[in-house]
């Protein structure tokens, strides 16, 4: 059996995912398939690392070397194509963490920043937990597909001063593409518009797609860009906490540094740093194998939504991360009522789309970093609690 064919049992680990059902659904009786983490294991060369690390017993502060600068600088550029200099590099426990301290770094209270929704639940908190105000540039749905209106993000940036881009997207699935993240990107320029680049996802894109980094693009750009990247969502190694921070401008960096040691934050916890590393070294095989997994995932998942229901799932066309966005407004249900049918009939967790913004609503994101056992399972539970209506 592959390793990305295992079932793991994941109950009783302390797992959001899995030991949250009650406070996040009311029931324990769902099929978890909500929070971005995966149920598969870390590569076998990471396991082995945390377990020689926790076989030395001591866990002093832990220095970021220049051996482990090394392996994000090559990480970078053999995977995204951007040649980025180590002292470009910050640490901190998380991208969301990383995203708080940008935005009081680069913005003043009652400053704005731009987001395109429906999107990651986190950025609201982000932006209005500190006082900013949101304002949106809503992705527009043409031909099941995302796509952004220019003429709208371009009105939109002459009242903000910080944009922050989810890429790839979360919850639509958008790889965006050179030619799109080159018109955004000279946009900011031409309207002073820091971007705050949030590309967790870059390296769960399906095979075939290309993820650039939009600090990639130019200099002036990336003059212009702080980047939020992680091993975690790709190696599956959100609770251990590593991320990094990409800023080519000199005084940008320092800034950032600054707000990064006032919070505290100036190394990596010592498993965290012994997992990316690891995960950097020895972890693309592993990756490039769940990468076929997921589309495979994806393939079969969209397939028997929408067939089986007679059309009345409609699942987006996506081209990375692991979710699945699924249109339920056939269904014909409010957002309410279809959270309950999703739990109460069709016995699955999902993340209700209303969560992202209203403009993810009647949409469901399905998460299908799983064995195919229980994308199977799930999905044959959705299609036949829709087939009920
Ligand atoms: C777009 C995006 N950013 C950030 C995060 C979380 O990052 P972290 O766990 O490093 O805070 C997620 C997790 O799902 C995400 O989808």
Redesign the pocket.
């Known amino acids: 059996m592959g390793i990305f064919e295992e079932i793991h049992d994941r109950k009783n680990t302390r797992s959001v995912k899995w030991d949250m059902l009650k406070p996040v659904f009311q029931t324990d009786d769902v099929l978890p398939m909500w ?3 995966m149920d598969f294991k870390a590569p076998q060369a990471v396991n082995d690392a945390l377990k020689a690390r926790a076989d030395h017993g001591i866990y002093g502060y832990t220095i970021i070397d220049e051996d482990i600068k090394k392996s994000i600088t090559n990480w970078v550029e053999n995977r995204h194509n951007w040649t980025i200099k180590q002292d470009w590099l910050s640490f ?8 708080h301290m940008a935005v009081q770094t680069f913005t003043k209270p009652h400053d704005k920043v731009l987001i395109q929704t429906p ?2 639940t ?2 609201y908190k982000v932006i209005e937990g500190h006082d900013r105000q949101i304002v949106k540039n809503k992705l527009q749905l043409k031909d099941n597909y995302y796509h952004i209106d220019f003429a709208d993000f371009e009105e939109k940036l002459k009242e903000v001063q910080a944009f922050m881009l ?1 890429s ?4 639509v699935g958008r790889v965006w593409t050179e030619e799109e993240l080159q018109k955004m990107a000279e946009l900011c320029l031409k309207h002073d518009v820091i971007i705050l680049s ?1 590309e ?2 870059a390296d769960l894109i399906y095979p075939g797609q290309k993820h650039v980094p939009i600090a990639s693009l130019s200099a002036d750009i990336a003059n212009q860009t702080i980047t ?1 990247m ?1 091993p ?2 790709t190696f599956n190694l ?1 609770g251990l ?3 990094y921070i990409i800023t080519a401008n000199e005084d940008k960096r320092n800034a950032l540094s600054e707000q990064l040691e006032k919070q505290g934050h100036h190394m990596l916890n010592t498993m965290g740093n012994t997992a990316l590393y690891a995960a950097y070294e020895h972890g693309e095989e592993w990756l490039d194998e769940l990468r076929n997994v997921l589309k495979e995932n994806q393939d079969y998942a969209t397939e028997l939504l929408e067939e089986k229901t007679g059309g009345k799932l409609q699942v987006i066309r996506s081209e990375g ?1 692991y ?1 699945l966005w699924i249109d339920c407004s056939k269904l014909n249900m409010d957002k309410t009522a279809l959270k309950k049918f999703m739990i109460e009939t069709a016995k699955v967790g999902l993340n209700a789309g209303a969560d992202y913004g209203e403009e993810g609503d009647p949409f469901m994101r399905m998460n299908l970093a799983c064995p195919k056992q229980i994308v199977e399972e799930g999905v044959d539970r959705i299609v036949k609690a829709v087939n009920t209506l």
């Open positions: 929070v971005a983490d901190s426990p998380g991208v969301v963490a990383s995203l999107v990651y986190p950025f989810c790839p997207h979360n919850p949030d967790i996802h939020f992680s975690s969502k959100a906490q590593a991320s991360t979710l």
